[in-house]
């Protein structure tokens, strides 16, 4: 059984940043690639950005470069997304994701709501 919890949605206003944070309870961390997707209103979930764990690789959607970094603190199993610059068309709910693949979609966390105003 792994868990993922996930914290530090909101609103915001467009050009501002926010910070999710997703804590993975895994026996084998060191193997466990971590991530993020997201699902808009009437819209189809896509990928926002992976992390690999032995090298600490990492993989953007075009539409979220330079705006968005992914990171991680192995010590406390938990994963990172700085959103910085953010646009309306971000909102969405986020979802912290995690598995033995790339990119991580076997583990799903309950998803926290991201709001940008324009």
């Known amino acids: 059984q792994v868990d993922l919890e996930e914290s530090g949605g909101g609103l915001v206003q467009a050009g501002g940043s926010l910070t999710l944070s997703c804590t993975a309870s895994?026996?084998?961390?060191?193997?466990?690639?971590m991530g993020w997707f997201r699902q808009g209103s009437g819209k189809e979930r896509e990928f926002v950005a992976a992390?690999?764990?032995?090298?600490?690789?990492?993989t953007y959607a075009d539409s979220v470069k330079g705006r968005f970094t992914i990171s991680r603190d192995s010590t406390r199993r938990t994963v990172f997304l700085q959103m910085n610059d953010l646009k309306p068309e971000d909102t969405a709910v986020y979802y912290c994701?995690?598995?033995?693949?790339?990119?991580?979609?076997?583990?799903w966390g309950q998803g926290t709501q991201v709001t940008v105003s324009s």
């Open positions: 992390i690999r764990q032995g090298t600490g690789g990492t």
């Open positions: 895994v026996r084998t961390y060191s193997s466990y690639i």
């Open positions: 994701t995690g598995g033995s693949s790339w990119p991580p979609q076997k583990h």
